[in-house]
Each structure stands twice: as structure tokens, then as C-alpha cells.
């Protein structure tokens, strides 16, 4: 089964808004990291936050983190039509070697 | 610096034939990975490796098969492939085995009829 699920499974926003994509997971994590896929590409790495870490920021990027609850939260704030993209959050946990992927959210954002 | 290549860029196999899917990086990551993406499941784990000469396996490792004879290659063979194996292919690479970020490939689109 997978580590991490994403919420919504899509989001569909007009430029300028933000937008807010959330992952549960189900086990402790040592970090958890949030990946950005264009249509017919790879994924490519955004962010990492660590166990210890409440919130990072990159750009419009903000991502939170709550251990207690299990659950992340990736903004990304005055979005653009170049936003438009699949999102994951990957999970490597506590006594695991390897990185699990969620299923991810679909932003469209229209311009 | 390419970063991670994979070949082929798609592909249409007939049910029963073999095929290896090849991937490279340039990074001189220790640790590469193999994962097939569909519709609705995310990334899955086929198998990775931690560094040259071990291989281990991932979520998904059933009809799949890697080797890992040095630092920058890692292939995914079919040994026959099924229908189910229709998938998009990603390799991927991180510099340890441990909570890297990972560097994706552009995919190999696979498809078995």
C-alpha cells in the first residue's frame, strides 16, 4: 500500500490564487519530500523537510509538516499557467530504504 | 551534464518477448532506482540498487529484473513481457541510499500487446 496519499486528486484554480495540495502518511518518516511532474515528463525534485522541520520555504513554495497528525501541506501562493502539473509527495520512512511516491494531485491553473 | 538518460523514449512489444530498458546517469550517484507510473497508482518500486553490485527489490519486483555491473548503468529487463507491464517507466538516482532527493530520467513509455 502506499505511504502517502495526496488530497485533492485534482485542483483546478485561476492564475493569481493559491493553491494548497495536502498528503497524508501513515507511518513515522524521517523526511518528506514534494515532487513536480509536467505532462509526459519526469518528476522533478521541489522540496524536502525534514522530521524535525515545521515549515520550509522555496519562492511560492511553502510546505508544512505535522508529525502528529501525519499529514503535509505544499502552497503554492500567486500561481501561474506554468504551475499547471501533477504534484507527489514522497515519504522515506523511519527503518525503510526506500522513498514512497503518493498517487499525486493534478493542478490546472487557467489562465 | 545530462543527468539521468533513459532509451528507449517509447516502445510496442509483442506479448512473450524480451526486452531491457536501458538508463544512465552521469551523476556518479550511488544509488538508482526503477519505477513504473500508471493511471491513478503514483510511482510504484520495481527494484533499486544502493551502489554498484547489489541490487534489491522494490514494491512491484514480480516479472522485472536489474543488474547493476557499475556506477552509471542500470537496466530493467522483461524477461516476457505481459500486458500488464504496459506502464510508463521512470530510473531514477539519488547520491545515497538513504532519503536523497532523487533525479528523475524522461521515461520510457512501454507498451505490450
Redesign the interface.
Known amino acids: 500500500s502506499q505511504q502517502g496519499e495526496e488530497d485533492p486528486q485534482a485542483l483546478s484554480i485561476q492564475e493569481g490564487e493559491n493553491a494548497t495540495m495536502n498528503c497524508s502518511y501513515k507511518t513515522s518518516i524521517n523526511n518528506l519530500q514534494w515532487y513536480r511532474q509536467n505532462s509526459g515528463r519526469g518528476l522533478v525534485h521541489l522540496i524536502l523537510i525534514r522530521s524535525n522541520e515545521r515549515e520550509k520555504h522555496s519562492g511560492r513554495l511553502r510546505v508544512t509538516l505535522d508529525t502528529s497528525k501525519k499529514s503535509s501541506s505544499l502552497l503554492i501562493t500567486a500561481s501561474r499557467a506554468a504551475d499547471t502539473a501533477s504534484y507527489f509527495c514522497a515519504t522515506y520512512y523511519t527503518g525503510g530504504f526506500k522513498t514512497i511516491f503518493g498517487a499525486g494531485t493534478r493542478l490546472f491553473v487557467k489562465a | 551534464i545530462a543527468g ?1 538518460t533513459q532509451a528507449p523514449t517509447s516502445q510496442i512489444l509483442a506479448a512473450g518477448r524480451r526486452m531491457t530498458l536501458r538508463c544512465t546517469q552521469d551523476m556518479r550517484h550511488n544509488a538508482m ?1 526503477w ?1 513504473r507510473q500508471d493511471l ?6 520495481i527494484h ?1 540498487s ?1 551502489t554498484a553490485g547489489t541490487t ?1 527489490k ?2 512491484v519486483p514480480d516479472g522485472y529484473s536489474v543488474s547493476r555491473a557499475n556506477t552509471d548503468d542500470f537496466p530493467l529487463t522483461l524477461a516476457s513481457a505481459v500486458p500488464s507491464q504496459t506502464s510508463v517507466y ?1 530510473c ?1 538516482s539519488s547520491e545515497g ?3 536523497d ?7 520510457t513509455r512501454l507498451t505490450v500487446l
Open positions: 539521468i532506482y519505477y491513478g497508482l503514483g510511482l510504484r518500486l533499486y544502493n534489491g522494490g514494491e521512470f531514477a541510499i538513504t532519503a532527493t532523487q533525479y528523475f530520467g524522461p521515461g
